[in-house]
């Protein structure tokens, strides 16, 4: 992991183009995909069956691909720390992608470039970052995205 911190709108400007780093791997258990599955009502037998899910075309009952897109806050939070603002909020996405599916028992981690840095009314920035969430010895990526941020002073 190779967190970077900045102070205030100014330094993050200057951080436009870079790459952020790798974040830690965490495991995707069937806990975290059942108290996912819980929260949206989302309990399609492919994520919480795994015995009917061994049997189906992954082998393995898999992580919804939200869930696998809600983890970037958490990893995306071990790559960038913004201090000197007073307000974070995440703004959208423009571009997401699941090439792969997260089978159970999976790590998980993020790469994050931050690709733009852009003033926006109010005294803020936006920030884009392209992110690729990772699975441990696959050969594609869980989740390609490029989100959208933003922070005021």
């Keep these: 992991m190779s967190g970077i911190t900045v102070n205030g709108l100014d330094d993050l400007k200057k951080l436009a183009g870079s790459e952020l780093g790798v974040s830690e791997w965490i495991e ?14 989302d309990h399609q037998w492919i994520h919480v069956d795994p015995e009917r899910a061994a049997a ?15 983890l970037f806050i958490p990893l995306f939070t071990e790559l960038l720390d913004v201090r000197g603002v007073t307000t974070k909020v995440n703004y959208g996405l423009n571009k997401v992608r699941f090439p792969s599916p997260v089978k159970v028992g999976s790590r998980i981690r993020l790469t994050g470039r931050l690709a733009a840095v852009e003033e926006v009314a109010g005294g803020g920035v936006q920030i884009t970052v392209d992110g690729t969430i990772e699975i441990e010895n696959a050969p594609k990526p869980a989740a390609v995205l490029q989100s959208l941020s933003r922070f005021y002073a």
Excluded: E, K, N
């Excluded at 995707?28 to 009502?41: H, L, P, S, W, Y």
């Design 56 to 70: 189906g075309p992954f082998g393995a009952p898999i992580a919804h691909g939200y869930l696998t897109l809600s």
């Design 28 to 41: 995707v258990t069937q806990d975290r995909i059942d108290t996912f599955a819980d929260a949206t009502g």
